[in-house]
Nanobody
């Protein structure tokens, strides 16, 4: 059974940093692309960043470019999202997601949906 478990959320002041983690288990995603999404209260879920396991290539939503960094640890089967220069508008529940069917396209991560694997989410709150 595939599980994605996020951790590391919390409360931080604007301008601060936070790192969230996503530990994957139940299968190998070594050739896949997966990523992070977020959902703020009253808003639709939005794509944040993607990474391809095999070569570490990354892709970011424009609003987080230069502030967020997605990375991976192959040995731990874990994906990270380092968030710097946080803004109140970054406040959201952050979700990790991976495709159910093989795909390695970074752009395709944006289209992950209910048929794919999702974590339970971790709350990130940025105070002004």
């Amino acid at each position: 059974q595939v599980q994605l478990v996020e951790s590391g959320g919390g409360l931080v002041q604007a301008g601060g940093s936070l790192r969230v983690s996503c530990a994957a288990s139940g299968r190998s995603f070594s050739s896949y692309a997966m990523g992070w999404f977020r959902q703020a209260p009253g808003k639709e879920r939005e794509f944040v960043a993607a990474i391809r396991w095999i070569d570490g290539s990354t892709y970011y939503e424009d609003s987080v470019k230069g502030r967020f960094t997605i990375s991976k640890d192959n040995a731990k089967n874990t994906v990270y999202l380092q968030m710097n220069s946080l803004k109140p508008e970054d406040t959201a529940v952050y979700y990790c997601a991976a495709p159910q069917k093989y795909q390695s396209s970074l752009l395709s991560v944006r289209n992950l949906g209910s048929d794919d694997y999702w974590g339970q989410g971790t709350q990130v709150t940025v105070s002004s």
